[in-house]
C-alpha cells in the first residue's frame, strides 16, 4: 500500500557519524534515541543505560523512563536505532516488540545498522491507521554552513572558466562562429537554429 510516495527518513550528518562510532564501539549489539523533526529528520541521538549482548539490547523500561523524563523535548523523541554488530539488518521479532513498546500518537523512526555500514529504515505510525513502511530511503542531511557567498568570492578570484576549443569539422570551418578568448566569462552563447546551421 503505497500511501505517500517519495517517503523517505533523512539524519543529520553529525548524529550518523555518532552512530557510526557507537556501532564501531560496540562489541554486538546497542541502542539509541534520537529526536525527529519536521520532514522526518533524524538528529540529537542519545545513548542511555543499558544492557547489551553480542545477540540483543533491550530496552531497559527504567531507564527509557529516566531517558524521557529528563528530556527537554520528549515529544521530540521519535526515533529508535540499534546496531546488529556483525549480523545482517532486519528486524527481529524482539524489534517489532521493541517498535510496539514505543507506540506513539504521531510516528516512529526505526533504523537498524551493522558494522559493515549496512542499514535500514522503517517508519511506524499508529493513528489513525497502523501501518509500517518499511525499507525507506535514508538520506544524510549535510548542514548549510553558508559558505555561498565565500565561495562565490574564491571562485570568481582563482576561476577562470575557458570555453572549451573545438575541432574544425570535416570542411575546415570551425562549427562556432564566436571568438574563443582566453577569459570569457559571458558563459555559453544563446545558440537558435540560424546559429547551428551556420556553415
Ligand atoms: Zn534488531
Not at 533491550?58 to 531507564?63: G, H, K, S
Not at 529508535?80 to 517498535?99: E, M, N, T
Request: hydrophobic fraction near 40%; proline fraction near 6%.
Amino acid at each position: 500500500m503505497k500511501v505517500k510516495q517519495n517517503l523517505r527518513v533523512r539524519i543529520d550528518a553529525e548524529a550518523m557519524e555518532r552512530i557510526w562510532h557507537w556501532t564501531d564501539l560496540a562489541t554486538g549489539e546497542f541502542s539509541c534515541l534520537a529526536t525527529v523533526a519536521d520532514d522526518i529528520i533524524v538528529g540529537a541521538v542519545q545513548l542511555f543505560d543499558q544492557v547489551c549482548t553480542s545477540a540483543s539490547t533491550e530496552l531497559d523500561q527504567d531507564a527509557l523512563a529516566k531517558f524521557l523524563v529528563t528530556h527537554p523535548q520528549p515529544e521530540r523523541v521519535r526515533a529508535w536505532i540499534h546496531s546488529h554488530g556483525r549480523l545482517g539488518v532486519f528486524w527481529s521479532q524482539q524489534d517489532d516488540a521493541c517498535i510496539e513498546g514505543l507506540a506513539n500518537d504521531t510516528c516512529l523512526v526505526s533504523i537498524v545498522v551493522n558494522k559493515k555500514r549496512e542499514w535500514k529504515a522503517r517508519i511506524d505510525v499508529w493513528q489513525p491507521l497502523r501501518l509500517t513502511f518499511d525499507d525507506l530511503p535514508l538520506d544524510i542531511s549535510v548542514p548549510d554552513h553558508n559558505l555561498r557567498a565565500e565561495c562565490e568570492r574564491l571562485f570568481n578570484a582563482h576561476v577562470v572558466e575557458q570555453l572549451p576549443m573545438l575541432l574544425p569539422d570535416l570542411h575546415g570551418v570551425p562549427r562556432h562562429p564566436f571568438p574563443l578568448t582566453p577569459n570569457y566569462r559571458g558563459g555559453w552563447p544563446d545558440f537558435d537554429d540560424d546559429v547551428a546551421d551556420w556553415r
